[in-house]
């Protein structure tokens, strides 16, 4: 697995893991104690519930597109933003419309490359 070594190309990564539905993956993108926020107001932290959330948005079986706003890092502490959407046809074929701005807090680790500390989709909110 190809490791991120550029922190504006975190979302993208995580967008390409996301559509081949590569949980583990996604999940090598978080660091052991990360947090993941997948509804505003409702953290999950460690690997076990950020499965749990990230299964059930690759439930849907829908894509997720990403365009990223801007990154800065200072040293190994970083901060991305990115805009993602997620629509279509839901399993059951109702329509589905998810989108957010991510407000995403990362640490680069040599031999790990930049990884989520904070992954939050709707951080705007």
């Known amino acids: 697995m190809n490791l991120v070594t550029d922190l504006s190309q975190l979302p993208t990564a995580f967008a390409e893991r996301f559509n081949a539905r590569d949980i583990e993956g996604l999940l090598a993108l978080n660091e052991p104690e990360a947090v993941f926020v997948p509804a505003p107001g ?5 690997e076990p519930g950020i499965r749990a ?3 059930q948005f690759l439930e849907l079986q ?17 901060f991305v933003m990115a ?4 629509e279509g046809a839901g399993p059951d074929g109702s329509p589905i419309a998810l989108a957010g701005t991510t407000a995403d807090v ?5 031999g ?9 989709p709707f951080g705007t909110v």
Do not use: H, K, Q
């Open 42 to 46: 409702n953290p999950v932290d460690g």
């Open 53 to 55: 959330a990230l299964e």
């Open 62 to 78: 829908l894509p997720i597109t990403m365009n990223v706003r801007r990154s800065y890092s200072v040293e190994e502490v970083g």
């Open 83 to 86: 805009d993602w959407s997620i």
């Open 106 to 110: 990362a640490r680069f680790e040599p």
């Open 112 to 120: 790990a490359g930049w990884r989520y500390v904070i992954d939050n």
